[in-house]
């Protein structure tokens, strides 16, 4: 589910850039394709070169991921009672020396291995799992030292994670906007205080604020993923309800109609089916 420009970022991070001060975190590892780029570039690291990768998924073989492995022809995987653990261990054999699994409901969990140095987060599916993961793990986040990859910066459905990046951005900063790829990577510079955690409510955000979250968020990607920043507004909105408000947002979008998968398109379906007009 991730690109080659993704998977080249994450290996020459693992060697080139990752100090072994603090842990690597994979939240959302699938059957594997960021662990196995992440595990391939600490193998070059001289410095840091042993240490494990956390990989957590619950690893649930829901509709979605049937529909997905169906849609691009993948050969049967290996999914026992419901689980496609056993298709992450065996795509990831050669590596399992070097990850540390965790099957896990991210909704319900707890980090206890101290500080983190990268944390990619492929698992903010719903504002519950944004809120959860970052209670979780970012108070581990090594300000001045670590980087936070948001793998659905730019897919259209997780609105959520833009509000909070918005609401947390005196603590980041923009380090790198994947080409081809929905992934903005942050380095994290100040600590988080406290109060930046207390209720993120990242479902019933105002209006004002969504709106400055999405002016700031087209702010910081380059000008291919900005498509795909105007229909996370738009669902945004889809998600709350308000469909007017939602046809305006990609009637005013002027950043071109070419989006990365498509998701303009597909959110103006959304609008389209749920006004009857379609
Ligand atoms: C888009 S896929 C990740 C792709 C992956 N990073 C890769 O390298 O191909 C999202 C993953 O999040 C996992 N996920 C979704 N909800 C979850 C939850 N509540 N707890 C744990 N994992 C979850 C899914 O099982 C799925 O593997």
Not at 173 to 190: E, L
């Amino acid at each position: 589910m991730i690109t080659e420009q993704e998977r080249d970022w994450f290996r020459s991070y693992a060697t080139d850039v990752y100090s072994g001060v603090g842990a690597i975190v994979d939240l959302g590892c699938f059957v594997g394709s960021t662990t196995i780029s992440l595990a391939q570039g600490l193998r070059a690291n001289r410095i840091a070169g042993a240490t494990k990768i956390h990989a957590y998924d619950h690893f649930v073989w829901d509709d979605f991921i049937k529909a997905w492995w169906k849609a691009k022809n993948l050969p049967p995987p290996d999914v026992v009672d419901d689980s496609f653990l056993p298709e992450f261990l065996h795509r990831t054999l050669p590596w399992k020396d070097q990850i540390i699994v965790h099957q896990q409901d991210l909704t319900h969990v707890q980090w206890q291995n101290g500080p983190i140095e990268f944390l990619l987060v492929d698992a903010m599916k719903s504002p519950e799992l944004a809120d959860s993961i970052t209670h979780a793990f970012f108070p581990y986040l090594i300000p001045g030292k670590s980087y936070l990859a948001q793998q659905d910066f730019a897919h259209f459905y997780t609105s959520w994670i833009h509000l909070l990046q918005f609401r947390l951005r005196d603590s980041f900063v923009v380090a790198a906007d994947i080409p081809k790829s929905g992934t903005v990577v942050f380095r994290y510079h100040t600590r988080l205080s406290s109060a930046a955690f207390s209720d993120l409510s990242l479902s019933s955000a105002p209006v004002e604020e969504i709106e400055a979250a999405f002016e700031y968020s087209l702010r910081l990607v380059s000008d291919d993923k900005k498509p795909n920043i105007v229909a996370a507004k738009a669902m945004a909105y889809i998600h709350r309800r308000d469909f007017d408000r939602a046809r305006e947002v990609v009637e005013a979008n002027r950043w071109g109609t070419t989006s990365l998968a498509q998701e303009l398109e597909t959110v103006k379906r959304l609008i389209r089916q749920q006004t009857g007009n379609e």
